[in-house]
């Protein structure tokens, strides 16, 4: 069902939403982020499968987008099933007008970063509220690590004049878990660029996955009350 009516006009985020959902082609497997944004889109698709009987299949990027998903009567497949991806859509926390992202207020980091790496085309969703002039500028980088490693990787990321903590849960009475059973660090970075910062965490013994996500985007769409404007390779 469409998540708008006649008399509320689509959002920003709607907007993305229903254009990225017109690319999936019939025999698809497309994969589905998470946020609020991603859900938007699962709601286009499943819309677009219902009135023009598509037949596609979907993979999600977390619990809460395969039960939604499930809810929507879209056919979820496990990612073990996978042998290719055609497309992945998902939303970010910051771009750069350079397509880098950044990723993982929630806390589904790694597969959100296997499914975009793996897919033919990896397409986000925004609204104008995300673009920013570098990575880091309104959000810490998020940053998942071995839950024995947390202390290290800390002390390491300090030296190199990085500061930030563990994520704590939304009570703040104990450390945030991950999907993946890990650990957070939320850090912020002065001295390096995110080029320099996406190269030392991605092979920094103890990490297991980080929220800058370069070079791998086909296309952004940024919705504004300006409507949709698209920025690709
Ligand atoms: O882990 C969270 C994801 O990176 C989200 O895609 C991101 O936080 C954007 O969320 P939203 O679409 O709710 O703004």
Known sequence: MSTHTEASPPSPKQQVA?????????????GLGTGSTANLFID????????????IQVVASSVISRV????????????EHLSHL?????????????????KGRGQDLVCEKLLASHATA?????????M???????NAIPIEVMPSA????LNRLAKLQAKGSLRLNAAGDNVAYSAAGNLILDMQF????????????????????????ADIVKAVFIGSSDGVKLLQR
């Open 150 to 153: 947390a202390q290290l990787v």
């Open 190 to 213: 002065t001295d390096l660029e995110t080029a320099q910062i996406n190269a030392l965490l991605t092979v920094m013994p103890g990490v297991v996955e980080h929220g800058i996500f």
């Open 68 to 79: 939604k998903a499930q809810q929507a009567g879209l056919q979820v497949i496990s990612i």
């Open 122 to 130: 990896f397409y986000v969703l925004v609204d104008d509220s995300k």
């Open 132 to 138: 920013v002039s570098r990575i880091g500028e309104k």
């Open 44 to 55: 286009e698709l499943a819309r677009r499968q219902h009135e023009q009987q598509l037949e």
């Open 18 to 30: 229903i254009k990225a959902a017109e690319i999936v082609d019939n025999g698809m497997i497309v």
């Open 86 to 102: 055609d497309m992945y859509v998902d939303g970010a926390d910051e771009v750069t007008t350079d397509m880098q992202l950044l």
